[in-house]
């Protein structure tokens, strides 16, 4: 059974940035065009940062994500697919340097990379998972409907490359969603206690992709934090069932009303988007009024 009244056993929640990129609008806002004509056309960008959540459990270290590699900027051949390193160049343009590493950045909040315990990956894309090898000792979970998708055909043109995932030593680790009679989280098709307490609890919030997860963030005390990845971009665009230019807007939408339900039901709840520049200062915020961090 899940626990739903958690004590104080998260003592922090931190952001990272493992470097910045850029985005079409049409990418982060949609569009009424077809991607494929944006995708090709487009000229204007939007920088946006790739954040990684640091959370501090009484009972050891979680990352939701790991960021970027810092050679997707430094390897012409990061991706082996000629039709991927193509549209990399279209969708995404990146400004990562050597202090950019997960290991930098964790060590400047204090933290070492070798004491991550475990890494909750929202989804598989390339900018979600590049930093898996500096922490191999991590346990990293992964939706079981998301890692499915190493098995169709051409997951690269999707960004999930395998090269990058199927990694020596990495100790993967697939999630199946399990129903729960906490009443907060019914509407959702399903959630995984991370922690076996009911602080950090995975949801299924498939669209981005076909696994995609979210991870709500309890303590007694504190306001509730919902990390949503690339569920929306900015939570605003979500409220308001603002689909971005990727993804199955179909299942995104259905996502889109679960969140808004527990938004609901827990008004003060904080949703954090993975490539949102606004997250840091939302946190400081919850900082100064006792709430977080």
């Known amino acids: ?5 958690p004590d104080d056993r998260i003592k922090s929640v931190h952001v990272l940035t493992t470097g910045t990129g850029a985005q079409h609008p049409e990418h982060r806002y949609g569009s009424k065009m077809p991607s494929l004509w944006w995708v090709l056309t487009s000229k204007k960008w939007i920088k946006v940062p790739t954040n990684v959540f640091v959370i501090e459990h009484r009972d050891g270290l979680v990352l939701f994500d790991t960021g970027i590699d810092l050679a997707v900027s430094t ?11 193509f549209f990399l160049r279209k969708l995404f343009k990146f400004h990562i340097g050597p202090e950019d590493t997960l290991t930098t950045q964790l060590k400047k909040l204090g933290y070492d990379a070798k004491d991550v315990d475990k890494v909750v990956v929202s989804h598989l894309h390339f900018d979600h998972v590049g930093c898996i090898m500096e922490v191999p000792q991590a346990e990293l979970l992964v939706s079981k409907d998301e890692w499915s998708q190493l098995s169709e055909p051409h997951p690269e043109r999707d960004f999930i490359l395998k090269e990058h995932i199927e990694i020596p030593n990495a100790k993967w680790h697939q999630i199946e969603w399990a129903k729960t009679d906490d009443p907060l989280l019914t509407g959702f098709d399903g959630c995984f206690d991370v922690m076996g307490d009911g602080s950090l609890v995975a949801l299924s919030t498939p669209g981005h992709t076909k696994g995609s997860l979210s991870l709500l963030i309890r303590s007694s005390g504190k ?11 900015e939570a ?20 889109f009303a679960k969140v808004q339900d527990l ?28 709430s977080t961090t």
């Open 263 to 290: 938004k609901e039901k827990l008004p003060e709840l904080v949703i954090l988007p993975s490539h949102d520049p606004a997250v840091p200062e939302a946190l400081k915020a919850l900082d100064k009024e006792g």
């Open 236 to 255: 605003d665009l979500l409220m308001n069932n603002q689909v971005p230019g990727t993804g199955d807007k179909e299942k995104l939408l259905s996502s």
């Open 223 to 233: 306001a509730p934090i919902l990390l949503v990845g690339d569920l929306t971009y």
């Open 75 to 85: 390897d012409p051949n990061y991706i082996d697919s000629a039709i991927g390193r």
């Open 1 to 5: 059974m899940l626990q739903t009244t």
